[in-house]
């Protein structure tokens, strides 16, 4: 069984900082590609950021150059580094993995999403 649990998320005002975390654990054999999504209400889930094993990151528009993604592969944990926060940054945020486990097949698992709210 594996899990996805995130940590982090909060309220903070407009041009505040905040960290997400988001820890895998379980039987896992390895770790594809981590990333954030987020959902605000009435909206559709969109892709903020993602980060490949070795590094290579992919950012949505709207966050480049105030949001960072990076992972610890030895801890199986992926973080977002959200700076410059804006009112319409506001969402429920979701870790996402793509993850094999004991069968060795790739599976996608989602965390259990973490509110982040930015007041003006």
């Known amino acids: 069984q594996v899990q996805l649990v995130e940590s982090g998320g909060g309220l903070v005002q407009a041009g505040g900082s905040l960290r997400l975390s988001c820890a895998a654990s379980?039987?896992?054999?390895?770790?594809?590609?981590m990333g954030w999504y987020r959902q605000a209400p009435g909206k559709q889930r969109e892709l903020v950021a993602a980060?490949?094993?070795?590094?290579?990151?992919n950012y949505a528009d709207s966050v480049k150059g105030r949001f960072t993604i990076s992972r610890d592969n030895a801890k199986n944990t992926v973080y977002l580094l959200m700076n410059s926060l804006k009112p319409e940054d506001t969402s429920v945020y979701y870790c996402?993995?793509?993850?094999?486990?004991?069968?060795?097949?790739?599976?996608?698992?989602w965390g259990q999403g973490t509110q982040v709210t930015v007041s003006s």
């Open positions: 379980g039987s896992i054999f390895s770790i594809d590609i």
């Open positions: 980060i490949t094993p070795n590094g290579r990151t």
């Open positions: 996402n993995a793509n993850i094999a486990g004991v069968t060795r097949m790739y599976y996608d698992y």
